[in-house]
């Protein structure tokens, strides 16, 4: 059995911040916990907007709290974000989050992370093939 507390997460190696500082990551579930997904609960900041496109990973994204927008870029269709919204990403799809207010959202991964990235120049995680 695995137990662990986000308190604990968010003052180990498990707390990512984005290099634009957009947001904020702290894995609760890696790779190495062998469970076929990674799970996550981050902070994306008031005011900003990120580009993300997880070619190589599908995510589901749950709002917990704040307000915000998803936007898919192939149709630019944009979502409202409030709590108790659930998105999901289940064709790779390139799309901006906005923020209007601080989102706390729960994000399912897999494949899982290993628990470092950040989004490259593309807004893409690497995937770890090994």
Same mark, same amino acid.
């Given at each position: 059995?695995? &137990?662990?507390?986000?308190? *604990?997460?968010?003052?180990?190696?498990r707390?990512?911040?984005? %290099? #634009?500082?957009?947001? *904020?990551s702290?894995?609760?579930?890696?790779?190495?916990? @062998?469970? =076929? !997904?990674? !799970?996550? +609960?981050?902070?994306?900041?008031?005011?900003?907007?990120?580009? +993300?496109?997880?070619?190589?990973?599908?995510?589901?994204?749950?709002?917990?709290? =704040?307000e915000?927008?998803?936007?898919?870029?192939? #149709?630019?269709? +944009?979502?409202? +974000?409030?709590?108790?919204?659930?998105?999901?990403?289940? $064709?790779?799809?390139?799309?901006?989050?906005?923020?209007?207010?601080?989102? $706390?959202l729960?994000?399912? !991964?897999?494949? %899982?992370?290993?628990?470092?990235? &950040?989004?490259?120049? @593309? =807004?893409?995680? %690497?995937?770890?093939?090994?």
């Amino acid at each position: 059995m695995i &137990v662990r507390t986000l308190k *604990e997460a968010e003052q180990s190696s498990r707390r990512v911040v984005s %290099p #634009d500082k957009h947001w *904020e990551s702290t894995r609760l579930l890696l790779k190495e916990d @062998n469970m =076929g !997904f990674s !799970f996550h +609960i981050t902070t994306i900041y008031a005011g900003t907007e990120t580009h +993300i496109w997880y070619q190589n990973h599908l995510e589901s994204v749950y709002c917990i709290s =704040g307000e915000g927008e998803v936007e898919t870029l192939e #149709d630019a269709a +944009i979502h409202s +974000i409030k709590p108790g919204t659930i998105y999901v990403l289940d $064709k790779n799809d390139e799309h901006m989050l906005r923020a209007h207010t601080e989102l $706390k959202l729960a994000c399912v !991964f897999n494949p %899982p992370l290993t628990g470092q990235e &950040v989004h490259d120049e @593309n =807004g893409v995680y %690497p995937l770890d093939d090994k």
